[in-house]
């Protein structure tokens, strides 16, 4: 096995590079406005770095947020694209699972939750409990106003960064590590952990800001 992961729901992208046995190489790169910049390029440097050929990858995980419509979009294409392009299978991972497992790997134990910028003043969240066994996901995940969500467990993600007064201080993970959301794949083709894989869709949770042009109202006299 050769794992390419890859996600575009945070801040810049996230890659790594999996055997089946260990992350072989793992990168960030960019910022939230930079996915199609960045994202073909830091997966070839983390190939070339682990001195490995795409032809050697049989499996593409993506995270498939929630997250921005744009952020998504990039990254879920450009696995599938891939994917096609090698012969590899492509599997969808949502990506608070990825930062729920950091945050368990972290130390965290017992339940917690997962809130991030969802913009528009808004997080997604998901909760979790995390035990010997491993990270279960118990609810979500959801979109909505910070202060509608019910924080009465520890709370990791940039929404604790975003709105503190309600969410409590600042607490990581922030952002999706490439090699945990690998990790978190291979254990679920594994049979291991207690987070599954999902189809290679976008979670947006709610309609794109953008529209169609024309896709407008029609105004009757």
């Known amino acids: 096995m050769l794992l390419l992961a890859l996600d575009t729901a945070t801040d810049g992208v996230a890659v790594a590079l999996h055997d089946g046995e260990r992350v072989l190489r793992s990168a960030r790169a960019g910022t939230a406005r930079s996915h199609n910049e960045v994202l073909v390029p830091t997966i070839a ?3 070339a770095d682990a001195g490995r050929e795409r032809t050697d990858v049989t499996d593409v995980a993506v995270g498939v947020g929630p997250g921005p419509y744009t952020g998504l979009r990039v990254g879920i294409v450009t696995a599938r694209s891939l994917a ?10 949502c990506s608070l699972d990825a930062l729920a497992a950091q945050a368990a ?4 134990d017992g339940e917690f939750l997962v809130a991030t910028d969802a913009r528009r003043r808004e997080v997604h969240t998901a909760r979790y409990v995390a035990t010997a066994e491993g990270v279960r ?3 979500g995940p959801d979109v909505g106003a910070p202060a509608d969500v019910r ?6 993600g940039s929404g604790t ?3 503190p007064d309600v969410l409590g201080a600042e607490r990581g993970p922030l952002v999706v590590d490439g090699g945990a959301l690998a990790q978190l794949a291979v254990d679920a083709l594994a049979g291991r ?3 599954g894989l999902l189809p290679p869709e976008p979670l947006y949770l709610r309609r794109p800001d953008a529209t169609e042009p024309g896709a407008r109202k029609r105004v009757t006299a």
């Open 137 to 139: 996901r118990t609810a």
């Open 161 to 163: 960064r975003l709105y």
């Open 105 to 108: 790997a972290g130390g965290l």
């Open 151 to 156: 924080a009465d467990v520890p709370v990791v």
């Open 84 to 93: 096609l392009a090698w012969g590899a299978r492509v599997h969808g991972v």
């Open 193 to 195: 952990g207690g987070l």
């Open 45 to 47: 440097a983390v190939l």
